[in-house]
């Protein structure tokens, strides 16, 4: 994802990884045999219409051109990741399943940081320890309950990964509005609408 920010930038990174929810969403319709009725597919749809006019910023290109492997890898990445955790988290271990996945990251982390100032001579900074902690309880806790959410009675996968990728893509744009005064152009605010009817559609289809 910041290789991709980096190279092709944040817009790409932001709509590829947002649009992977395709993924999820066909592996629940395929794989689960879940409902796909005419108004939950033009939702779906239009999802991902709203995901792609919300995230391109004002002034900002979709590069496709440069390192398009990037964009390409963190698409089919995000999906298979969020598949694979709704699929392969057990019923009554998700806590120990998390933690064991966060705790992997984290030692891989530790890992290549202590690797980089001992090879490369790249200064360790300490201050990196508690904004890793705390953007990691963040991360812990919005699988936690995302995995809560998929194991409702009456709310199928394909539903809550579509609502949950396109209100994310909602409401952070609407925060970079109201928090960093970001601009926000005709087609984010029409991405904004659209994301809102996609949301109808798919839970009340």
Not at 7 to 31: E, R, T, W
Not at 77 to 95: L, R
Request: net charge positive; aromatic share 10%; charged share 10%.
């Amino acid at each position: 994802m910041a290789l991709t920010a980096q190279i092709n930038g944040l817009s790409v990174a932001s709509v590829a990884s947002k649009m992977s929810v395709i993924i999820p969403v066909l592996f629940g319709i395929i794989i689960y045999n879940e409902g796909a009725g005419m108004l939950k597919i033009i939702g779906i749809i239009l999802a991902l219409f709203a995901v792609y006019l919300t995230s391109v910023k004002p002034k900002s290109d979709i590069v496709l051109s440069r390192s398009i492997y990037l964009p390409i890898i963190l698409f089919l990445g995000s999906g298979i990741i969020d598949t694979g955790t709704n699929h392969f988290a057990p019923e009554n271990e998700k806590p120990l399943f998390l933690a064991l996945i966060f705790g992997i990251a984290g030692s891989i982390g530790i890992l290549i940081s202590t690797y980089q100032s001992l090879k490369k001579k790249l200064p360790f900074k300490i201050k990196t320890i508690p904004f890793g902690v705390a953007l990691g309880l963040v991360n812990y806790s919005s699988m936690h309950y995302l995995l809560k959410a998929l194991r409702v009675e009456g709310f199928e996968s394909s539903t809550i990964f579509t609502v949950n990728n396109v209100a994310i893509v909602a409401l952070s744009t609407l925060l970079g509005l109201v928090i960093f005064k970001e601009k926000i152009s005709s087609k984010n605010w029409i991405g904004i609408g659209i994301a809102l009817i996609s949301i109808v559609l798919v839970t009340l289809y």
